[in-house]
């Protein structure tokens, strides 16, 4: 991303350069799992030169400065990092820059930082890009959460706020769903907010600055067609009320904000599960639904998301990204090349061009860990792959991260840009508690191995409906390795992913037995119980023993 900042050098370290300061910061990680080398690149972006300087940041890990660094003087305390230029490469010149660099160890997370000071003042990320003050409106950034803050949804904070314990959390952003036509003026079960006046409140949050705000995009003609819990309000053939009363009115909001508020960067999660449905649950396969192959065969999901990629992707300051199932779904060969390849159709037909997409999202309301830290799909027991074990099943990856990074190259190489960057939601996929295994599994058999060391508690990888045992996973991050844009809370914790029984309901909403603990299953979870909550209202509405649950078995602990 590539935004600078001006500011007036309120809190000088030292130097005696006390002039306004107008800085931009490049980050960069050569990053091998246990360790990283930090490049940095500090640009001047002012218009007199810069008399010493010094650079302060801060990690959100624990990744600790090794060795002394070269071209500055590196020191840590805590998480922040401070680094003075020093000799040849103290003064930087107007309109020039001064590069340093240092290797760090660190286990868990590496997140890359947010934010960077030089004499004190904020600084943007790599200047001279697009996004600069200066530059039309609608020129997109790399990674539009780089640098930038991220919308706080009001009605769902108040929610988790008004929980025993929730205040731990209710400040943090999460998405905004547009589930119904209705959504876009009056608000959905989940938030009474309609889209013009979170954009509003978004504005105020932003103060200016570069902000993120999250929405997702929920509406299709016969949406949800492999199950009931989210079925919505349009028919299998509704596709012109689709366009007409939902994707264009949206538009036009986002058009009239993206006019006036160049600074904001409206991530647009476009229609969770559709397209993956049409490659998985279509006939002639055992876990087809006839309402699947009937939305396959009336092209209106193909044809709603194309449609829907076109507006959006006409305006500067959307960033559209395209749901992607998850590893427990997409990850198998079979499904991977198909789904790359149908994503790839999707956009380009209609009036849909690649350029329409910024990125895709992995797990997306779903349960499937970000990483398994204890086991990976190369480990062999006793000369037998995990890949035969009964969890894994022939899958070629174990975990969201490694599933989100493989599907990047897959898609990359049927023709989307290089330059696509995931995200995955990982409001609920942390199996933190008493459960959580601490290592490796008795290396006795594949199936003991894998059995014991297996973050994801499921009963299966296919189960998805308020899944017992779960916990918040990692809190959004900006950039957490290279190839994610970040880790984000789409699902909002505390929103429930369908009834446990039958509810009578104007939301167009079915009863879908995944979603009742007492059921032993279909062919798209192979035939085990569904591991869902008791007691669940219907998707969307405020589930409260689901959210104590959530915190309970927050991962990272809370
Ligand atoms: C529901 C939506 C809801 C969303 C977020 C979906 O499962 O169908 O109505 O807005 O979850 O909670």
């Not at 500055?72 to 930087?92: K, P």
């Not at 000071?117 to 530059?135: H, I, K, L, Q, R």
């Not at 229609?271 to 049409?278: A, C, M, R, T």
């Not at 969201?400 to 995200?423: K, P, V």
Request: proline letters at 6%; a negative charge.
């Amino acid at each position: 991303m590539a935004v600078s900042a001006l500011g007036t050098g309120g809190m000088l370290q030292g130097t005696a350069n006390a002039a306004a300061v107008a800085c931009s910061v490049d980050y960069t990680t050569n990053d091998w799992g246990s360790g990283f080398t930090a490049n940095v690149s500090i640009s001047n972006e002012g218009t007199t030169a810069l008399d010493g300087w010094t650079l302060t940041y801060s990690y959100t890990g624990n990744q600790r400065l090794s060795g002394s660094g070269w071209n500055g003087v590196w020191s840590q305390s805590g998480r922040n990092v401070t680094v003075q230029g020093n000799g040849w490469n103290a003064n930087i010149p107007a309109g020039r820059s001064a590069s340093t660099g240092a290797n760090f160890s660190y286990s868990g997370t590496n997140a890359a930082p947010t934010s960077f000071s030089v004499n004190g003042t904020v600084c943007g990320d790599e200047g001279g890009g697009p996004g600069d003050p200066g530059d039309p409106p609608g020129d997109r950034v790399d990674n539009p959460y780089v640098g930038a803050g991220v919308y706080v949804n009001p009605d769902w904070s108040a929610k988790a706020a008004a929980e025993p314990g929730g205040s731990a959390i209710a400040d943090e952003p999460t998405a905004v769903w547009l589930d119904s036509i209705g959504a876009i003026t009056g608000g959905s079960a989940g938030n009474s907010t309609g889209l013009a006046d979170h954009l509003d409140n978004a504005v105020e949050q932003a103060n200016g600055q570069p902000f993120v705000f999250q929405m997702v995009t929920y509406n299709l003609p016969g949406r949800d067609c492999a199950a009931l819990a989210s079925n919505g309000q349009l028919g299998p053939d509704e596709i012109d009320r689709y366009k007409n009363e939902f994707i264009d009115p949206i538009a036009d909001i986002l058009q009239e904000y993206s006019a006036a508020h160049p600074n904001l960067r409206i991530v647009n999660i476009i229609e969770i599960d559709s397209l993956p449905n049409l490659v998985t649950n279509v006939s002639p396969r055992e876990t087809f639904t006839p309402e699947c192959d009937e939305m396959k065969a009336n092209g209106n999901y193909v044809e709603g998301v194309s449609y829907a990629l076109s507006q959006f992707g006409a305006i500067g300051t959307v960033y559209n990204y395209v749901d992607a199932g998850h590893y427990g779904w997409i990850g198998w060969d079979d499904n991977l090349t198909a789904s790359a390849q149908l994503f790839h159709q999707a956009a380009t037909t209609n009036g849909a061009s690649v350029d329409d997409v910024h990125g895709f999202i992995v797990n997306t309301a779903n349960y499937g860990p970000t990483t398994e830290p204890y086991y990976t799909i190369n480990d062999s027991i006793n000369g037998t792959s995990v890949r035969q074990s009964d969890w894994v099943d022939w899958n070629r990856y174990v975990d969201n991260q490694s599933f989100a990074l493989g599907f990047r190259q897959e898609l990359i190489s049927q023709g989307f840009d290089s330059g696509i960057g995931m995200l995955i939601d990982t409001s609920r996929n942390g199996w933190g508690g008493p459960d959580r295994p601490t290592g490796p599994g008795p290396q006795t058999d594949v199936n003991a191995y894998v059995e014991g060391s297996r973050l994801d508690g499921r009963f299966q990888a296919g189960n998805w409906c308020n899944q017992s045992g779960a916990g918040l996973g990692e809190r959004p991050t900006a950039a957490p390795v290279s190839g994610i844009d970040a880790y984000a809370w789409i699902k909002p914790p505390g929103e429930s992913d369908g009834a446990s029984q039958y509810i009578e309901n104007p939301e167009g909403k079915g009863f879908d037995r995944m979603c009742d603990p007492t059921y032993e299953g279909n062919p798209r979870n192979n035939y085990n119980m569904s591991g869902a909550l008791p007691n669940a209202p219907l998707a969307g509405h405020w589930f409260s023993a689901q959210f104590q649950e959530l915190l309970d078995n927050a991962y990272p602990p809370l």
